[in-house]
């Protein structure tokens, strides 16, 4: 397997990342899933153009553009033989001695990549998952796709040891999100998800999903819902690059509609491989 440090591709055992890295430090930085089905990139430009966004907010200037990051994501594709799976892209703000203020003078992002094998988690998406209920403690600004992820990681714990695959959180009783995912409920045939604001982060995801209901006219109301509401859903599910659309048959213990996958969270399903078969065109250089 191929990584890509710092302007080079290198094995795994020949790379080197500074002990200074204020990724290390500080989780001084933003980062990347981005997925790959049968050797193609999938929404590539909306999760290279959220990474730059990402780097604007926290005053950050990637030393590269988003072709050449582009390239580096179809290198590590094609060179290591990745048919299924996803890159994972971080950025962060450099190594330099330890002191939490910016550099100065200022020293060159460090931009580090690699590919994973995966598949798709198809049983669970037939099967639905169990969710647990987590207050959400992350900062306000959770728009950004910051290596901050303490408190995701302590969330997504915590929904582990209790057997579930995702923490759902909240916010004084309001839905955020998941620690890695985007959070939707159905009710009487509306789709109900938290509105992009600084408390959530903005799925690509979330973004196909939303177009998918606009195209197949799925009523969507994006509007903040209460744990109480999010239990006496029709039907749940949460979306993510690797998660795909998850169906949610039990959040906290509780039967989620009638404890099976929803028929409108299949039928979203079944649109988004059609979109994937559609969308994963080769990207030209
Ligand atoms: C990455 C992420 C998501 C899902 O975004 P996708 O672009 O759909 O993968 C949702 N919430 C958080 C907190 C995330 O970090």
Known sequence: MLYFVDGKFTKQDELCISIDDRGYYFGDGVYEVIKVYGGELFTAEEHFNRLFQ??????????????????????LIDQNGIEDGHI??????GAAP?????????????????????????????????????????????????????????AKEEAREAGCTEAILHRDGLVTEG???????VKNGVVYTHPVTNLILEGITRQVVLGLCQELNIPVQEQAFTLAEA???????????????????????????????????????????????KKTVKNTI
């Open 179 to 185: 620690a890695s995912t985007n959070m939707f409920g």
């Open 54 to 75: 990402s780097a604007l907010k926290i005053k950050m200037t990637i030393p590269y553009s988003e072709q050449q990051l582009m390239d580096v994501a179809r290198q």
């Open 88 to 93: 994972y892209m971080q950025v962060t703000r």
């Open 98 to 154: 330890r002191q939490h203020h910016f550099p100065t003078p200022a020293v060159p992002a460090v931009v580090t990549a690699y590919s994973v094998n995966g598949e798709r988690p198809l049983s669970n998406m037939e099967k639905g998952v169990a969710i647990k209920s987590v207050a959400d403690i992350r900062w306000l600004r959770c728009d950004i796709k910051s290596l901050n992820l303490l408190g995701s990681v302590l």
């Open 231 to 277: 239990y006496a859903m029709d039907e749940f599910f949460y979306t993510s690059t690797t998660a795909e659309v998850m169906p949610v048959t039990e959040i906290d213990g509780r039967q989620v509609g009638d404890g099976k996958r929803g028929s409108l969270t299949e039928k979203l399903q079944q649109a988004f491989t059609e979109r994937i078969a």
